[in-house]
Nanobody
Framework: QVQLVESGGGLVQAGGSLRLSCAASVNIFSIYVMGWYRQAPGKQRELVAAMTSGGTTTYADFVKGRFTISRDNAKNTVYLQMNSLKPEDTAVYYC??????????WGQGTQVTVSS
């Protein structure tokens, strides 16, 4: 069983920055795609950024150039650096670990609120 624990959310003004962390209970980065998703009130959960086991990254168009996903293998931790935050980035952000033929793992989520 893999546990994912997010931290780093909070309240920030528009234009500010936050760094989210996702600590995994075991080292799974070599076999799982790690991702960050978000869900705003009344909206579906959407992919924000992902990183494959080989380090290839993918970003949603709405965060390209502003957010960066990274990982620290020694700490079993994935990060999401969020810069130039906008009010529309307000959401609960979830960490996700997925691979083929296995049910994905989710963290409990961390709230990010961006004030205008």
């Amino acid at each position: 069983q893999v546990q994912l624990v997010e931290s780093g959310g909070g309240l920030v003004q528009a234009g500010g920055s936050l760094r989210l962390s996702c600590a995994a209970s075991v080292n799974i980065f070599s076999i799982y795609v790690m991702g960050w998703y978000r869900q705003a009130p009344g909206k579906q959960r959407e992919l924000v950024a992902a990183m494959t086991s080989g380090g290839t990254t993918t970003y949603a168009d709405f965060v390209k150039g502003r957010f960066t996903i990274s990982r620290d293998n020694a700490k079993n931790t994935v990060y999401l650096q969020m810069n130039s935050l906008k009010p529309e980035d307000t959401a609960v952000y979830y960490c996700n670990a997925r691979r083929q033929a296995v049910a994905p793992y989710w963290g409990q989520g961390t709230q990010v609120t961006v004030s205008s």
